[in-house]
């Protein structure tokens, strides 16, 4: 889909000014475990399924509709991994466009649906095994991508 009318109004307002962006992130994993990564168009760098949480919208039903958009997976956010924001979480786009972001990291279960690389969003998606994430672009703590993580949602102080 790309950017909403919202954050298209505001671009149109501010330029390219730091703006702040509640977003989500999910883990999903296939029957083996494996995580799913995607890399965007002229992006060398992998990246977890994402994006910005929307006006109306609740943070589980942005995740299900980046992940449908993005990989054509129909997924169910399962529990929050964590949250996680401040200047680790800032990104400045090929267009200039800076974001900090509030990212809320779910962990996902795959309902349904065929994975569909090379869409209007991703070049590429890929299952990676946890001990082998690749570059990323945003910046998270190690442990989200354990399996045996505890049951409690983390958070950076």
């Not at 494996?34 to 994006?51: Q, S, V």
């Amino acid at each position: 889909m790309g950017m909403s009318e919202y954050y298209k109004n505001l671009r149109e307002k501010i330029g390219n000014q730091l703006i702040f962006m509640p977003s989500v992130a999910g883990i999903i994993r296939n029957e083996q475990g494996e995580i799913l990564f995607g890399r965007k168009h002229n992006e060398e760098n992998w990246g977890l399924i994402a994006g910005a949480i929307e006006i109306g919208e609740t943070p589980a039903q942005a995740m299900v509709r980046e992940a449908s958009e993005e990989t054509g997976l129909d997924i169910e956010p399962e529990r929050i991994i964590g949250v996680y924001g401040g200047e680790e979480q800032r990104f400045t786009y090929g267009n200039g466009h800076q974001v900090e972001y509030l990212a809320i990291v779910f962990e996902c279960k795959i309902k349904d649906g065929q994975l569909n690389s090379n869409n209007e969003e991703m070049k590429e998606l890929k299952f990676f095994p946890e001990d082998q994430i690749p570059p990323i672009v945003n910046k998270y703590p190690d442990y989200i991508f354990s399996s045996s993580q505890e049951e409690r949602a983390h958070f950076i102080k």
